[in-house]
């Protein structure tokens, strides 16, 4: 099974810089994904980690370490459009499914 | 332009009654996903397909129906042995892994 943890709510203040955690304990791991989700729409693909180390994509950035099951997101330069839930997920290493944890809200205040 | 249609946004149904969620896309991808999210909460897998004439159960399937006859379409059955069917229903996709999921933009059910 999957057991993917995230804190639950986050506030930072614009321009600042946001670390989410994620860790998980799971039967199997084939990678892990961050998305943003805005209220009422759907989650989008912000990356992706599969073998250890950071991994940057502008302003957002991914790290990862399978040995201790862990990662984070990290948004910097926050902007107000950055409110939003942050989802960690991770992929079965035997077939397509990806399991995700229950979100971390992003509330960035001027 | 490719991407994931679901229909329709919002959709209201009497408790007891049947429904069915459309998911359509046209993106070649193999993989097709229905998620179930409640408010404040993580997605939940409900039924997952690789590939056409297959598709497995995923966390919270009871209460669920799917087919896969085409691999542009995966629509979802809510039945009224679904204990608590209102909310937030998400369809996605993805090539082959490590592809990410391409979400739809949603369907909100609510049973009364």
């Known amino acids: 099974g999957q057991n993917i943890d995230q804190p639950t709510e986050m506030t930072a203040t614009e321009g600042a810089i946001v670390q989410i955690n994620c860790t998980y304990q799971?039967?199997?791991?084939?990678?892990l994904f961050w998305y943003q989700q805005h209220a009422g729409e759907a989650p989008t693909f912000l990356s992706y980690?599969?073998?250890?180390g950071l991994e940057e994509k502008g302003r957002f950035s991914s790290f990862l370490s399978r040995s201790k099951g862990y990662s984070y997101l990290l948004l910097k330069e926050l902007q107000m459009k950055d409110s939003a839930s942050y989802l960690c997920?991770?992929?079965?290493?035997?077939?397509?499914?990806?399991?995700f944890g229950a979100g971390t809200t992003v509330t960035v205040r001027a | 332009d490719g991407g994931i249609t679901q229909s329709p946004k919002y959709l209201f149904r009497k408790e007891g009654q049947n429904v069915t969620l459309s998911c359509e896309q046209n993106?070649?991808?193999?993989?097709m996903y229905w998620y179930r999210q409640d408010p404040g909460q993580g997605l939940r897998l409900i039924y997952y397909?690789?590939?056409?004439?297959?598709?497995q159960k995923g966390d919270i399937a009871e209460g669920y129906s799917v087919s896969r006859e085409k691999k542009e379409s995966f629509p979802l059955t809510v039945t009224s042995a679904q204990k608590n069917p209102t909310a937030f229903y998400l369809c996605?996709?993805?090539?082959?892994?490590?592809?990410?999921?391409?979400f739809g933009n949603g369907t909100r059910l609510t049973v009364t």
């Open positions: 996605a996709s993805s090539d082959r892994a490590p592809s990410p999921l391409h």
């Open positions: 993106l070649n991808h193999d993989a």
């Open positions: 997920a991770v992929r079965d290493p035997n077939d397509y499914k990806l399991s």
């Open positions: 397909s690789q590939i056409v004439n297959d598709f």
């Open positions: 799971t039967s199997g791991f084939n990678g």
């Open positions: 980690n599969v073998l250890d």
